[in-house]
Each structure stands twice: as C-alpha cells, then as structure tokens.
C-alpha cells in the first residue's frame, strides 16, 4: 500500500509562492500515477496537477503557468512548485496515486493527512 505524507504548506501573501512535498513509501519511482488534490472550505476535492513516471504534466486550468509538479526519484517525494498564488488557491492539499482510466483521472487508495496553503494578506 502506498503511503504518502505532505508538508510544506504555510500562511502567504498574494503574489508568493510556496513549495509543497509529498513523501511517498514505497519508491516513487514504482509509482505510475501521481497527482495533487486540493480541497477549499465548503468546496469539493479537486484534482489541480498530474505527474507521470514518463514525465508527463497535466495541469488544472485554475493554477495552469503558476503550479509546477515535479517528482525526486532519488528522494522518493512529490513536489508542487506554486508562484503568483492568489486567495483562491486557500486550501488544504493533498497528494495521493492515481489511476488512468478512460482518459479521466481517478484517486487510487488512501489519503494523507494533507498539509494546508492560506494566502492572504
């Protein structure tokens, strides 16, 4: 079972930027499927960026220029670069494996505990 644990979230003002982690176990390279969720207050879960072991990047079309996914084989962890963030992007994030089904995105197995992003000023 994978397990996945992600850190890096914090108060920030519009405009900073922001790295989040996500330490997975096993390897992340012997995972196929890699994704960041975020969930707003009051709002659902929503799939924000895709990474794949070939290195293929799919991207929300919210955070599309400003949010770059990126995984550390050699470090086992996720990474979320996130720039220009802005009062929308207020949410808890998580990383979690993902399945490639009929070209739809689809979270695989358990969650992390997520790791919080506010941006306010």
């Known amino acids: 079972q994978v397990q996945l644990v992600e850190s890096g979230g914090d108060l920030v003002q519009p405009g900073g930027s922001l790295r989040l982690s996500c330490a997975t176990s096993?390897?992340?390279?012997?995972?196929?499927?890699l994704g960041w969720y975020r969930q707003a207050p009051g709002k659902q879960r929503e799939l924000v960026a895709v990474n794949t072991r070939s290195g293929v990047t799919r991207y929300a079309d919210s955070v599309k220029g400003r949010f770059t996914i990126s995984r550390d084989n050699a470090n086992s962890t996720l990474y979320q670069e996130m720039n220009d963030l802005k009062p929308e992007d207020t949410a808890v994030y998580y990383c979690t494996e993902l399945a490639h089904i009929n070209s739809d995105w689809r979270p695989l197995g358990s969650w992390g505990q997520g790791t919080r992003v506010t941006v306010s000023s």
């Open positions: 096993p390897n992340i390279f012997t995972i196929t499927y």
